[in-house]
Each structure stands twice: as C-alpha cells, then as structure tokens.
C-alpha cells in the first residue's frame, strides 16, 4: 500500500490540485500536509476557513487522523497499519515488455583483465540486475576485442618463439610474453611489422592456419576469463565482439556512402563531424581496413534488428567518450531513428598505489593477484577476530570480493576512485564487509530468537524505529532511480544507510531481551525485513551474503 497514493486519491475526489500534497517539515505535523492558500482565490474563503471545511471529508481506515491547522491539513497515518504494511510487504515481480541491450566487460583478448575491464565489468552488471529487477528483459554482451592488427603480431610471434604448452597452461601470462617479446624484437627489426600486417591481412581473406590460430588465442583467453567472471558472479547472454561484426561491414560501408556520409581523406574514409564540434570518425583506413567505430556502427545495427532494443547501453571509462560521441552521431546521420536509444554510461579511473600493483613500465595489473589479496587479508582478519568460524574460506572470498566490488560501486561512477586496501576492508567504515556484517548479525539475532507471540506493530514508536521503517518503505523508489541514473552507487550509499539506521536500532531497542513479547516480535519482523532488504540489494551489487562471519 503506498499512502501517498492513497490521499492523493482522496483528493482527486475532492477536485483539490494533488501537486499541492507535502511531507511536513516535522512529524508532529503528520505524515502528510496540504497547504490551503493555493486554494483560497477559486473558493472564495479564508485558508483557516477552508481547511476546517475540508477536515471532515477526509475519511479512511489508515487515516488515524486529519487535522485543520491553521491554513493546513495534516494527515496522520495509523502507525499500526503503516508499520505492518511495510514490514509485512512482499517485493512485487513486475515485467515490461522491453529489451535493453548492455554492452559491458568487454576485455580485449590475449591481453589481461584491465581494471578498466573490472569496472566495467561490475558497474555494468549491476545496471542489468536492477533492470531486471524493475522487470525489463535485459541482454548483456561481452563486446570482446578480438579482432586487429594485434592478431597479425601474435601469430607471428607464437610460430616463431611460442611453446604451445606455456600458452595451454597460462595463456595471457605467456600471450603477454610473446607480446612483448615481438615489440622489443620488431623495434630491431621493422621487417616484423609488415610480416604482421601480411599475417593478419591473410587472416581477414580466410587463412584456415590463421583462423585456427586466431579461434585458439581467442579461447583460451575466454577460458581464463572465465574464472573471473565465476569469482565475481557474472555471466553473459552473449560474446559476440568485434570479430563476429566482420563480415557485416561491406554493408555498414554501402549504408553510409547511400547517405552520402562518406568522404575521402588520404586514401581513407572519414565521416567529417567538423559541424558537430567533433574529430571526423574515421571508417575505413588507406590500406582498407576497417576499425574500431566501423565495427561498433554495425554492431549497434545488428542489434537493434536481433533485440529490437528500447535502450542499448555501453559501459567504459571515460577515456572512449569521443568515440562514442562520434559513432552516435554516425548513426543519426545515417537517418537511423533509434539512434537516440543509444547510450553511453563512462566511469572514472581506477587507481591504485600498492606495490605489487603499480602500472610502471613493464608491470601489469593482473585482476586476479587483486582478489587473492582481497581474500588473503579477509582470511587473516578473520583468523584474529572469529577463529572458529566454519567454512572461513567459503566466507573470506565472498567478503573479499564482495568489498571490492562494493567499493567500486559505492562511489560515483563518473569519478575517478582510489583503491585502499584499508578502507576497503574495514569492517566497522563505509563498506561492503559492514554491510555484510549488519546481514550476519540481522541473522544471528534471528537464528537466536523464539517468540512466537503476536506482533503488536503500533508499539514501534522509538525514533529509530521510525528512521529505520521510512527508509526501508523508500527500496523500491531508490532501485528505481538508481537504474534511472544508470548508478548502482545509489543503492550501494542506500544500503549504508540502512545498515547504518539498523544498527542505530538495535543499539537503543531491546529485542532478545525485551520483556513485552508482542513489542519484541514486532522488532524481530523489523529484523526480518531489514536483513531481506540488505539480501536482495546487496544481490543487485552482485555481492553475496554470509549467513556467519
Ligand atoms: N574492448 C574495448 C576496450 O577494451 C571496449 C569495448 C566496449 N564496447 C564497444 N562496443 N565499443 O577498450
């Protein structure tokens, strides 16, 4: 039941503006308040006359009251039936019948997991699970970089210095290798290059040794990637990347030189955007290879006749605003009305300043060495404070990713973020082990609990019970708006804060202990749908929830 709604039902009946309804600046003027000036010039009355005249015909049983005070009209909700309905709410399961695309992750192949890609791996995520929990049908692709002049190099290299038992073992280790080692050896000898670019050239016109070579590096990166995917919770509806798009360009090329788009600059083909304000787009390079925004023009084609998308949604830092500026422009010059369905969603940085993983020359940033540490340090902390703990390996990797992952998400995406270590993992600061933590103790208190009795709702009177019930009645609305911003940080600094409210609560209201049974079950329900809340949000984070810890 939305009481909002509710009176403003009552006062579409009544014939009175609904836009004049108002939450009272304190609660002692009740729930609800209606300003009666607006009212005065149509009616012909005093505000006060006018607010006494309507307090009788506002009547309903979650109505404790409505009170004339001076020129207002205050509703006061029954506390018994408001409480409970929100206790006692169940999620509804809505469904819309509308696709959203979202193109996130996307890594590029035989080179590491970035932190770019980790980012975007999470922050695109949970943009899907809160449009899926608003019940849209939502289709996520991993837009793998696996097509290029990279392809060229790495065929080379592998013939000529690779092992394939290395590459089998630890493939993007060795791959990187094998990337380096070309990039020093070619330095000396720039033949290298142009047997690259015959390598990859022969690889575009069907070479079957080529093709297989390029099907294998593309596998098992994916198979590596795909135990961290597993770690961090997310599965794809589809990898189609760069490469599938291939032979769809000719097509792309044909549609925009219909629209007369194309222009020829040096030997290459460029869409000018100078009217814009932006670099031309460039489509087709002098040597006639196509790039990386003609393979995006086609993609977002594809799409929309395979999903017949409402939205199409891209996630990467904010290093590639330009090109997708440019390439969305491309498609509205190419007169193609969904176009202004597409969407970039750009985030910050990640930085880090820890030894093992600094960016200097040479060393990369294995996302894998991030977790294990993540969860070496989780085990030792809870070593120290919970040693008896069962299943602590279980617990630790999912405290230690899930604080990663809710470190990432609780901050504004479009800012830059820095990573440390302790505040990541402070059990007691503005983090996801906090929140799991408030989860654990939620069920504890529970698990401990026998009380059978009735719950007696209209007892919940304590400021922070009434702090704790408001926020929790706002969950849906701030699902809402998180997925409307396109900012899972909203949820994350939401779920704070009732993690922070509950502990507030159960700090100052007895629950074990309290001696009037129907007052301590009330609290216990209270418990109850906060842990389910603190369950289902932090599940649209992709962060799980230990029952211990
Ligand atoms: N592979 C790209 C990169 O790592 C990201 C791809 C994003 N998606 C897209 N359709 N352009 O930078």
Same mark, same amino acid.
């Given at each position: 039941?939305?009481?909002?709604?509710?009176?403003?039902?009552?006062?579409?009946?009544?014939?009175?503006?609904?836009?004049?309804?108002?939450?009272?600046?304190?609660?002692?003027?009740?729930?609800?308040?209606?300003?009666?000036?607006?009212?005065?010039?149509?009616?012909?009355?005093?505000?006060?006359?006018?607010? +006494?005249?309507?307090?009788?015909?506002?009547?309903?049983? %979650?109505?404790?009251?409505?009170? @004339?005070?001076?020129?207002?009209?205050?509703?006061?909700?029954?506390?018994?039936?408001?409480?409970?309905?929100?206790? $006692?709410?169940?999620?509804?399961?809505?469904?819309?019948?509308?696709?959203?695309?979202?193109?996130?992750?996307?890594?590029?192949?035989?080179?590491?997991?970035?932190?770019?890609?980790?980012? /975007?791996?999470?922050?695109?995520?949970?943009?899907?699970?809160?449009?899926?929990?608003?019940?849209?049908?939502?289709?996520?692709?991993?837009?793998?970089?696996?097509?290029?002049?990279?392809?060229?190099?790495?065929?080379?290299?592998?013939?000529?210095?690779?092992?394939?038992?290395?590459?089998?073992?630890?493939?993007?280790?060795?791959?990187?290798?094998?990337?380096?080692?070309?990039?020093?050896?070619?330095?000396?000898?720039? #033949?290298?290059?142009?047997?690259?670019?015959?390598?990859?050239?022969?690889? $575009?016109?069907?070479?079957? +040794?080529?093709?297989?070579?390029?099907?294998?590096?593309?596998?098992?990166?994916?198979?590596?990637?795909?135990?961290?995917?597993?770690?961090?919770?997310? #599965? %794809?509806?589809?990898?189609?990347?760069?490469?599938?798009?291939?032979?769809?360009?000719?097509?792309?090329?044909?549609?925009?030189?219909?629209?007369?788009?194309?222009?020829?600059?040096?030997?290459?083909?460029?869409?000018?955007?100078?009217?814009?304000?932006?670099?031309?787009?460039?489509?087709?390079?002098?040597?006639?290879?196509?790039?990386?925004?003609?393979?995006?023009?086609?993609?977002?084609?594809?799409?929309?006749?395979?999903?017949?998308?409402?939205?199409?949604?891209?996630?990467?830092?904010?290093?590639?605003?330009?090109?997708?500026?440019?390439? %969305?422009?491309?498609?509205?010059?190419?007169?193609?009305?969904?176009?202004?369905?597409?969407?970039?969603?750009?985030?910050?940085?990640?930085?880090?300043?820890?030894?093992?993983?600094?960016?200097?020359?040479?060393?990369?940033?294995?996302?894998?060495?991030?977790?294990?540490?993540?969860?070496?340090?989780?085990?030792?902390?809870?070593?120290?404070?919970?040693?008896?703990?069962?299943?602590?390996?279980?617990?630790?990797?999912?405290?230690?990713?899930?604080?990663?992952?809710?470190?990432?998400?609780?901050?504004?995406?479009?800012?830059?973020?820095?990573?440390?270590?302790?505040?990541?993992?402070?059990?007691?600061?503005?983090?996801?082990?906090?929140?799991?933590?408030?989860?654990?103790?939620?069920? #504890?208190?529970?698990?401990?609990?026998?009380? +059978?009795?009735?719950?007696?709702?209209?007892?919940?009177?304590?400021?922070?019970?009434? $702090?704790?019930?408001?926020?929790?009645?706002?969950? $849906? /609305?701030?699902?809402?708006? @998180?997925?409307?911003?396109?900012?899972?940080?909203?949820? @994350?600094?939401?779920?704070?804060?009732?993690?922070?409210?509950?502990?507030?609560?159960?700090? /100052?209201?007895?629950?074990?202990? *309290?001696?009037?049974?129907?007052?301590?079950?009330?609290?216990?329900?209270?418990?109850? +749908?906060?842990?389910?809340?603190?369950?289902?949000?932090?599940?649209?984070?992709?962060?799980?929830?230990? *029952?211990?810890?």
């Amino acid at each position: 039941m939305d009481f909002k709604k509710e009176i403003i039902n009552l006062l579409k009946k009544e014939k009175i503006p609904i836009e004049l309804l108002q939450a009272p600046p304190n609660p002692e003027m009740g729930d609800y308040a209606l300003p009666c000036f607006p009212l005065a010039k149509q009616l012909k009355k005093s505000p006060v006359e006018i607010a +006494k005249t309507l307090q009788p015909k506002f009547k309903a049983k %979650f109505l404790e009251k409505v009170e @004339a005070n001076g020129p207002y009209l205050n509703f006061y909700i029954n506390k018994e039936i408001y409480n409970k309905t929100i206790i $006692e709410s169940k999620t509804k399961k809505n469904k819309i019948n509308k696709s959203i695309v979202i193109d996130f992750s996307s890594p590029n192949v035989m080179k590491p997991f970035g932190l770019a890609h980790l980012r /975007s791996t999470m922050i695109g995520n949970s943009i899907h699970l809160l449009h899926k929990h608003l019940g849209y049908k939502v289709i996520r692709v991993n837009h793998l970089g696996d097509w290029g002049t990279q392809f060229g190099k790495m065929i080379y290299a592998y013939l000529e210095w690779g092992n394939p038992k290395d590459i089998e073992k630890e493939p993007i280790k060795n791959m990187l290798k094998l990337y380096v080692k070309y990039h020093k050896e070619a330095e000396k000898d720039s #033949s290298l290059d142009d047997k690259a670019r015959k390598i990859f050239a022969d690889l $575009e016109s069907g070479n079957k +040794k080529y093709r297989s070579l390029w099907k294998k590096f593309r596998d098992l990166s994916l198979k590596e990637y795909d135990k961290t995917y597993k770690r961090l919770n997310v #599965s %794809f509806d589809s990898f189609s990347g760069e490469a599938f798009y291939e032979p769809m360009l000719k097509d792309t090329i044909s549609l925009l030189k219909k629209n007369k788009l194309l222009e020829e600059s040096e030997g290459a083909l460029i869409v000018n955007l100078d009217k814009y304000n932006l670099a031309p787009c460039l489509i087709q390079k002098s040597d006639g290879a196509t790039i990386y925004a003609t393979r995006d023009i086609a993609a977002a084609i594809y799409r929309k006749k395979e999903y017949n998308f409402h939205k199409n949604i891209y996630v990467t830092d904010n290093r590639q605003n330009l090109h997708f500026q440019q390439f %969305f422009k491309v498609l509205e010059l190419a007169k193609l009305s969904w176009a202004k369905d597409c969407i970039h969603i750009p985030f910050g940085i990640m930085k880090f300043n820890d030894g093992i993983m600094s960016t200097r020359k040479g060393k990369v940033i294995f996302l894998e060495e991030v977790l294990d540490k993540s969860v070496d340090k989780v085990k030792k902390i809870i070593k120290e404070k919970n040693p008896k703990l069962k299943n602590k390996d279980k617990i630790a990797e999912q405290i230690g990713i899930g604080a990663i992952i809710f470190w990432d998400l609780s901050h504004d995406r479009v800012k830059d973020i820095q990573f440390e270590w302790d505040l990541i993992l402070d059990f007691s600061g503005e983090t996801g082990p906090y929140i799991q933590y408030t989860y654990a103790r939620a069920s #504890s208190i529970l698990r401990k609990a026998k009380n +059978k009795s009735k719950p007696s709702y209209e007892k919940l009177t304590n400021p922070k019970e009434a $702090e704790l019930i408001k926020l929790i009645s706002d969950f $849906e /609305s701030t699902i809402e708006n @998180a997925a409307q911003q396109y900012k899972p940080s909203v949820l @994350a600094k939401y779920l704070l804060s009732i993690a922070q409210r509950f502990n507030e609560f159960y700090q /100052s209201c007895p629950v074990l202990n *309290e001696e009037d049974k129907s007052l301590a079950k009330a609290r216990l329900n209270l418990i109850s +749908k906060t842990r389910e809340i603190l369950k289902e949000g932090l599940s649209l984070l992709a962060i799980s929830t230990p *029952e211990e810890m």
